[in-house]
């Protein structure tokens, strides 16, 4: 029987400055998901990278006295760093600078165009450069790009145009059939109703006198390909399209692109639109995130409410990072970031939840038996307890419910926190030794169980713990029974350290 596959991407992201916090959400949805399948046996398979293409890349480079080559050289390097950073454990990381994807882009816009779905025509309309995209006056508030807080510039000129329209009822059945998944549910009626008020045919080339920095269109010298030939095939080219057959036929059709509000009609319509056109087959399904907001309002310099991701690592941590994000993203709404809220969680989660139960495990363990695992003594009530949560841990992760499956590996360190303050085993190991060893294996059950079930989400924390335990998780199919009697349990350095909390 062949191995389960597993195809997740996140957004390609435009590398123009250094991560944002929305981009960390992003990549650390993604890797926790990546590394469960991995953990139930799924041959899984991460791709992220860089749009390293278009006007305002060139902008930014010539404001900063570089040569675009090297603004994008420079700044994709924080993005490939993400592996160190918030220990991303992506599979590959794909630039659009790279011949690789260039030859990828190229072949689905010969694809397109060969169905007659490539067509050329005068325009003038109002663009963003800020989103690289033009706009029509229903997008603007106070004729101005919401995103971006500016007016839109008149430009005319000539472009090569996708027939989007012709697609639209297509894009219809395939989203309410559900062929092409939209999670959260609610967001599927959202984009099926902007379908349905009529899609316009979309710019796909611009003149390469506007956009000097471009791939150019294979039929065209005189043009560039835009955004969405460009960008989106990022998927197409990760996968090894263009220089890896086995790899595509391996992992395509993806299995969930991960991506951010903002560009959910890109995404569940333009993109799915190239694919049909260019009969490849479309991706399984799009999760959506929110935003991440601070004190209530988008991140801003101007309102001076700015977070820098980079700031919560140095002070606290990626797994302090990567557990907030995870624990405050609820389906549907946007995670508002407070350095105080932030702090509160570390302690209350962290420091005093979870850092404290494996400290007292430990301890217990160490001063009454050596640090030696006692002879296994099953509790039916512990293990139906420990099997209870696995599913629903389970089902929360199938659905990319993250906070919900956090949640279930949380209530086991709840309960096991209460249940050193109810049995006492200090006292046991006076006067009930039997006791006592039963109530320490079943302390040493638990958090065997919450270390494996934690390696998704702040995998570090999590391998230190299973190590001390002598326990890995390639053993999650065996929900009781993980410790082994008569293991040595080493001690364990402090998890998560106490940290001042911020000013402000």
Known sequence: MSKQKFYATTAI???????????????????????????????????????????????????????????????????????????????????????????????????????GDLYKKEYEGLYCVGCESFKTEKD?????????????????????????????????????????????EFRTSEIVNVARSGLMDVSFSRPKESLEWGIEVPNNSKHVMYVWCDALTNYLSGAGYSD???????????????????????????????????????????????????????????????????????RYGSEALRFFLLKEGVKGADIDFTWARFHNIYEA???????????????????????????????????????????EYDQFLDQMDFKAALESCLNLVYFSNRFINEQEPWKLFKEDKER???????????????????????????????KVLGVNSDKISIMYGKVREGFRIEPLTILFPKIDPPRG
């Open 244 to 314: 890896d057959p086995a790899r595509f036929e391996k992992y395509w059709p993806c299995d969930v692109h991960m991506i951010g509000k903002d560009i959910s009609r890109f995404h569940a319509l333009i993109w799915p639109a190239m694919l049909l056109s260019a009969e490849i087959p479309l991706p399984k399904a799009i999760f959506i995130h929110e935003f991440v907001t601070s004190k209530g309002k988008k991140m801003s310099k101007t309102i001076g409410n700015v977070i820098d991701p980079y700031e919560v690592v140095n």
């Open 13 to 115: 992201a435009y590398p123009n400055a250094k991560p944002h916090l929305g981009h960390f959400l992003e990549f650390i949805q993604a890797d926790t998901l990546t590394r469960f399948k991995k953990m139930k046996g799924i041959d899984a398979f991460l791709l992220t990278g860089t749009d390293e293409h278009g006007q305002k890349m060139v902008e930014k480079a010539r404001a900063s006295g570089l040569e675009v080559e090297q603004l994008v050289e420079q700044n994709r390097k924080y993005f490939t760093d993400l592996k160190e950073t918030i220990d991303m454990d992506y599979s590959d990381f794909i630039a659009t600078t790279q011949e690789r994807h260039i030859k990828t882009a190229q072949d689905v816009w010969t694809k397109i165009y060969n169905k």
């Open 349 to 391: 989660e962290l420091l005093n939840g979870l850092g404290n139960l494996v400290n007292r495990v430990l301890v217990i363990a160490q001063k009454y038996t050596g640090g030696r695992v006692p002879k296994i003594s099953r509790n039916e009530d512990i293990e139906s307890m420990i099997r209870l949560a696995w599913r």
């Open 436 to 466: 006592f060893f039963h109530v320490l294996f079943v302390l040493l059950e638990l958090l065997a169980n919450i270390a494996l079930m934690l390696e998704p989400f702040i995998p570090r924390t999590a391998r230190r713990v299973q």
């Open 140 to 184: 603007l508030m106070n004729g101005k790009c919401p995103e971006h807080d500016k007016a839109p510039i008149l430009l005319r000129e000539e472009n090569y145009f996708f027939r989007l329209s012709k697609y639209q009822d297509a894009l219809i059945e395939k989203l309410e059939s559900r062929e092409l998944q939209i999670i959260p």
